[in-house]
Structures are given as C-alpha cells and as structure tokens.
C-alpha cells in the first residue's frame, strides 16, 4: 500500500543502508519519494542511481545537497561554484524536485557574518543560469541560528526569501521545521513564501528536549516540541502540497536502530503526528 | 588600577568561587563592576551580600536572573510571579542596574511557542508594577534560538523590544552578544532599542567553533568568530554607554581554571577583543 504524502531522506538510515536498499525498505513501507545525499549517490554512480530512480518511478523531493559558497580566497568560491554546478547536474540526472542549499557560514578566521551572506547570495546568482538551464530550482533551506558560524549563514526563512526575491526566478526554500519552528515570524513567513510561490521542499523531524548533541540528536516526529500539524497547515495553506520528507540526523538513536524499523516508524509517526 | 566598563558576571567564576571570594578576585584585577546569581548571593545571605556592595561601592549590571514565567497551569504560573517579585526586591537591596530576564520557554507537554510567548508577555506585565514601585528595571534577555524549548522563547532582540513597546516604561533588554550575534536583523534592532531607550545591559563572550555543548561550552572573548567590537561599536552608537559584562559558561575550560587566572584573562581580552 503507497504511503501518499510522505518522502525519506536518506540521511535518515545512513548509517544502515546504501542508495539501493535503502531505496528498497523505502519501496517495502510503500513509499516512493526520496531525498538521497550526493555521496550516497557517488558511492552507487550516478548511472545507476538514475536507474534505480527511473525504473522505480520514484519522485526525488530533493537531491542534498549544493551550497558552502563562501571561502577565504577567490579561488575557494570558483571551487564551491564549480562543484555547485555539478551538483545541478546531478539534480537533473536524477529528476530531483530541486537541489537543496546549505549555503555555508563563516569562512575560516573570518568574523564577518555580513560578508559571508553576502558572498552566498553572489554564489547563487552565479550558478543559477546553469541550474535554469538545466531545470533544477535551488532550494535555499535556512538552517537554525545554531549553525551560523560553521554551516548555514542562512539562519531565517525571511532571509532566504529575500535573496530569493533578490535573485527572481529558480531559486526558492526548503523549509526544514527543525530550522526554523522556534522563529516568530514563521507564520508570515511561510505565507509570504506561498505568495512567491517559492516553497520547493517540506521537511519534517523533531526538536527533543534536552538536544545532547547540536548535528545528531534530532528527533522522530512526536518524540519533540514541534508543533508539526500547525506548521503542515501553515505550508498547505501557503500552496505547498508536496511531500512531507523526513530528514534525521540520530547518531545515538535511530541511526543505530535497523532500517526497516526506522521507516515503519515514519510511516506510523507521519500518520499519527505530522 | 581600575578597569573601566568591565563588569564580570559571576556565573563566569561560579564553580571556583562563592561571592565574598569572587568579588574579592574582581577587586584585586581593578573591577568593580559584578552581576551575581541569585544562588551565589542567597549562599552567602542576601544582607552580607548588600553589604560587601555597598562597602566597596561595586556597581551591579545586573542581577541574574527573574524569568521563567510559563507555566502548565494557573499555580504554577502564580508562583513564577511570586518568585519574581523576590527577585525584583533582591536586585533592590543589592542596587542592581536591573533584573535580567530569561524568560522560560514551553510549559511541560506544550507544543504551542505562540501560548508560551503570551504567557510570558502575561507574566512580565503582571510583576512590572512590582518592579516600578522598587525602581528595578527588567531586563528582557532574548536567548539563542536553541534555548526556544526549555530555557526562553524569546529569542530575538526585536521579539523583545515588541514586549517592551507594548508594556511600556520599566522594561528593557539585555543584550548578550551570544544570543544575537547571527541575528540577520541585529544591527537595525540594535538602532530601535537605542531609540527606544531599552538597553539595559551588555553581555559578552564568544560562539566557538565547534560548540561542543548547548549551554556550557561559551568561549572566552577572542577565541570565537563573533565580531564584539562591531556589535560594541552599534550599542554605543545606539546610546548605551555601560560596562561590558562577561559572561561564560565553560564546564571544560574556564569553570576548571584558577579564578585568578580567568579574571585576568578577562582584562586582557576585553583591552584586546573588545
């Protein structure tokens, strides 16, 4: 029975599976729509992930991930821009729904958060004639204030939605409710990016009290304080009706739990919490 | 010889000290400027901790801390109230410049922020009469967004000054360079409180790359990649002229040094970083 509505990053069972028999306990829980990482990818080639994905007729919510413009030198940000452009070409061999941007945070020795921002809105600009080209929206998904420095200087949904207006068309956001539910503004937010019309991407876990770790102690849906339903209705309401994709990062918990538990669980936990 | 617009929050020596010690470190390196905790002053009895102020003419930037107001039910609410208008009498006896705020994040079982942040609108507004009466500003401190669940849900500077424009005189903010310093909207916030008046305080310290743990792993000024002098130079722009208060909390570092030594470092890194 195909479970509608609902797609798994494949972050979520990294630690058990490869692309392909992930995708199979995926296709096993009736799920069709994915979200793979660049490596798991590259560790398969990318022919054959784009077989696995076509001949399954599997949706691809998204391809993580491009982004990390900023750098010290010029030639740092040609590198992140080459490799970004890659990344668009992978998106497109894969059919991705878009590819997701962690735009990066402060270049080392760097304090200067003003310019790291702004060297993430020129590296977008300077990718996204390939990514038109190639049909692949950029998604910027704003990251929790608490990876400023070291991974997103992206830190509100606001602020992905104003260089998206910045930039015009093919670039828009993943909104990660891990990000970005603690935000005051997020309601606003969410409406003003369904009037842009730039909501590419919906992705779900949980918040735990207490957070053990900053990277890898997220939560199964309902295990945390997000208000999931209310937000869901937010993005609906905003025009999105995409798939909710869960996205994990559980070293202690669920990375270490079999694979096939851990998608029953997100089928059980999207249906009764999400 | 004295330091000038340095004041040491005593958390930052809390594991090395009680308050007649600390003070008695701060006075030595030419401080004179101190925020203590309400355990460290009630340790010692909050009439002996009046009296080593007042005999050594220390300022007080602050007084750590009120807060906490959300609550599951009414009771619970009722005696956050009650333990604020202790504090608020304490930050009297001791003369403090204010009583800092951290204002609680969600009551237990709560996933609504929205109600959270009501309640602690609700909260400040009932006690704020309190805090007139015994000319104790409240200092409203917006936390880290990672602090949104369990410690405070108001977690930017502007969602702090909306409270302080809505309840009016004798609520300001607290500003602490940890909290906010990825703040996209900082600076212009920064420019408002200053306009409004509402600055109330300046604390410092610095994000570390890594951050190892949530709450206590702050680093000294200068060993992270927040630009203190910057965001000093937008406060004092904005009209706020007070000390500087160091605040850190480093369970595996600084909390293990010498208090001595961590003073001394203080003062060097203030003249330097700061």
Redesign the interface.
Known sequence: MQVEGLSINLATIREQCGFAEAVDVCLKHGITAIAPWRDQVAAIGLDEAARIVHSNGLKLTGLCRGGFFPAADALGREKALDDNRRAIDEAAALGADCLVLVVGG?PDG????DRA?RMVEEGIAAVLPHARAAQVPLAIEPL???Y???RA?V??L??ALDICEALGAGVGVAIDVYHV????DLAKQIARAGRMKAILAHHICD?L???KD?LTDRGMMGD????LK?IRGMIEAAGFLGAQEVEIFSADNWWKRPAEEVIATCVERFRSCC
Chains 1, 2 share one sequence.
Do not use: E, Y
């Open positions: 402060l760097s304090k200067d958060i921002r929790h204030p608490m400023a420095a070291d200087c830190n509100t606001g602020q539910w603690w935000d005051p918040w009290v207490p957070t900053m945390g304080v997000i208000d209310g």
